[in-house]
């Protein structure tokens, strides 16, 4: 599958780059293991939104093929916005046909997971366990599960799953673009559930259907489709491969496949978090020159720098646009990405870059929310507005991009 491949692709850069890919993790929360207790000295808050996140600890032995696992398993349940999430109890979750049980040894907190927990996508179903960056364990597999996911995934091997979770059948997937799978989008994140229209989630009490925020990762078990999964060796530790499901996996579509870099390239990130920081440091692993990162929080400036930043700009000090045009010579960049998801960085992104250049938009929006470009660019300057493929941006959640009169993507 095109997902696995890429997996493969970006392992493989992590075990030559080991120092550049734990960094990531300064700019992310992580869940480990697999036993979820409340604690209450360490909250995510997000402009005035504050979600409480859970630190987990094992004390189970690993289970064989189902046998001798848990009837009930605990997990983090997204009840409204603005509110923490409240730790459940929870039926075991059990596979179907093509479908893997994890048991979860990681789980990242990402940008998406706090713009559902704020409200922003007011067309995602709740009560719902949220989660999408995770890594376990396999622990089961789904009865009538083909013979091939059984041997590629044995029972006790290590996995890393993905946002995208691609039911490998449809249009789309069997033209491999497993992005625009027409399951995922009509099950999961329009009803979220599985491809069968149903979840696999269950309160222990009340029997009350809880819907999944992709697999809902933020749980000591979690289902996930086969097609979603791949491999993670043995060297590399949960913990930190569990962001290659979405941080790196996003910023490896933006950087290889939407925006192309090569050799030489001047590069602006525009915000600095998960993704924009793998954006950075992928630019710079593909040979980019000038490598620029804009953000208005000093503190992530100064960790771009490490990530492969050769510039750095503070956007509430300076006027990001003007200053990636000095430091490009008047021309600006050849790429420019936003990560970051609003109206004004979109519209950074389009003016930072050189006639020809691509402007790559990665960032989360809530739903809604509209972004502008001058026409003119791109039909006498030939900016290429680009949706990279295989990552979040792909999916908008009903976010709206309105060009005035006529405009052509790619």
């Known amino acids: 599958m095109a997902f696995s491949v890429m997996f493969r692709r ?10 550049h890919s734990l960094r990531l993790l300064s700019n992310r929360v992580f869940i480990q293991n697999t036993i979820i207790s409340n604690t209450n000295n360490n909250s995510i808050v997000e402009n005035g939104g504050s979600v409480n996140s859970h630190h987990c600890y094992s004390s189970q032995a690993s289970s064989v093929g189902g046998v001798g696992l848990p009837s ?20 075991m979750p059990r596979p179907k046909s093509g479908e893997i049980l994890i048991k979860t040894k990681a789980c990242g907190v990402c940008h998406s997971d706090l713009h559902l927990m704020k409200g922003d996508f007011s067309s995602y179903i709740s009560p719902c366990v949220v989660g999408h960056e995770i890594t376990g364990e396999v622990v089961e597999h789904g009865p009538f599960t ?55 989630l269950f309160l222990r009490g009340s029997g009350k259907q809880i819907f999944m925020y992709c697999m809902g990762g933020l749980a000591e078990y979690c289902v996930v489709p ?40 001047s590069v602006a990130v525009i ?5 924009g920081s793998s954006c950075l440091q992928i630019a710079r692993a593909f040979g980019a020159s000038d490598i620029i990162a804009v953000d208005v929080q000093d503190e992530k400036l100064q960790k771009a720098k490490q990530f492969g930043a050769t510039h750095t700009i503070n956007a509430i000090q300076e006027d990001a646009i003007e200053k990636i045009r000095e430091i490009t010579g008047g021309v600006g960049v050849d790429i420019a990405v936003e990560a970051l998801g609003k109206p004004q960085t979109f519209f950074q992104c389009t003016q930072s870059v ?48 309105r060009v005035e009169h006529v405009a052509s993507f790619k």
């Not at 970006?10 to 120092?19: A, D, E, H, L, P």
């Not at 605990?74 to 039926?91: D, M, Q, S, T, Y």
């Open 226 to 265: 086969a097609h979603a999964l791949s491999i993670l060796p043995n060297s590399l530790p949960y913990t930190e491969s569990a962001i290659l499901g979405c941080a790196v996996f996003t910023a490896y579509g933006a950087m290889a496949h939407a925006a192309e870099v090569r050799p030489g390239d």
């Open 146 to 200: 083909d013979s091939k996911i059984v041997k590629r995934y044995p029972i006790g091997s290590h996995v890393v799953g993905a946002f995208s979770m691609p039911c490998g059948n449809c249009f789309f997937c069997s033209k491999g673009e497993d992005e625009l799978c027409e399951d995922f989008s009509a099950y999961n994140r329009a009803k979220g559930t599985l491809f069968d229209g149903e979840t696999r």
């Open 271 to 275: 915000g600095i978090g998960g993704v």
């Open 10 to 19: 970006v392992i493989t850069k992590s075990k030559t780059q080991s120092q």
């Open 72 to 91: 009930y398993m605990r997990g983090a349940v997204f009840w409204e916005p603005n509110k923490p999430l409240i730790i459940e109890e929870f039926h």
């Open 354 to 401: 050189r006639d020809g250049g691509k402007a790559v938009m990665v960032g989360l929006t809530q739903t809604g929310a509209m972004g502008e470009v001058d026409v003119n660019l791109l039909v006498r300057r030939k900016l290429s507005l680009q949706i990279p493929q295989l990552c979040t941006a792909c999916f908008l959640t009903g976010g709206r991009l």
